[in-house]
């Protein structure tokens, strides 16, 4: 886990693709599926409280907001982790959310999500 109370500025735009899934505990769930490409925004990343804002475009479902999300980090390594709201339709739910990875220059290295719906 990238730890610590020095994350980079992980304030931007982003563009994931490629993204598989690593393991599931949903009977079903393959490993090595493929996902929709998403897109997500993190914003007012305060270094007082370790708040952050993130949004995104099928980073979870089709809109995704947070409801509580807080950065750690040290170095270019960083973890944003909390509550997120995704809404497809009329329909939402409450996800539990990891994001980690390494910020290099306007990019993410080693991006990893974990959710679990809560």
């Known amino acids: 886990m990238n730890q610590g109370t ?7 735009g982003y563009f994931a693709n490629s993204l598989r899934l690593k393991a599931s505990n ?4 393959k490993e090595d599926n493929t ?3 998403s897109k997500f ?18 980073f979870v479902g089709k809109n995704d ?5 807080a ?4 170095g270019t390594n960083f973890i944003i982790y909390g509550k997120v709201k995704s809404t ?5 739910a409450i996800f539990a959310v990891i994001v980690s990875g390494t910020k290099e220059c306007n990019n993410i290295k080693n ?4 959710i679990i719906n809560i």
């Open 6 to 12: 020095t994350p980079p500025n992980t304030e931007g």
């Open 26 to 29: 949903i009977s079903g769930d």
């Open 65 to 69: 907001t947070n409801i509580v999300t």
């Open 41 to 58: 925004k993190i914003f007012k990343q305060s270094k007082n409280d370790f708040g952050v804002n993130l949004i995104g475009e099928y």
């Open 71 to 74: 950065i750690s980090g040290l």
């Open 88 to 92: 497809v339709s009329s329909g939402s």
């Open 35 to 37: 996902f929709r490409d």
């Open 111 to 114: 991006y990893t999500v974990g």
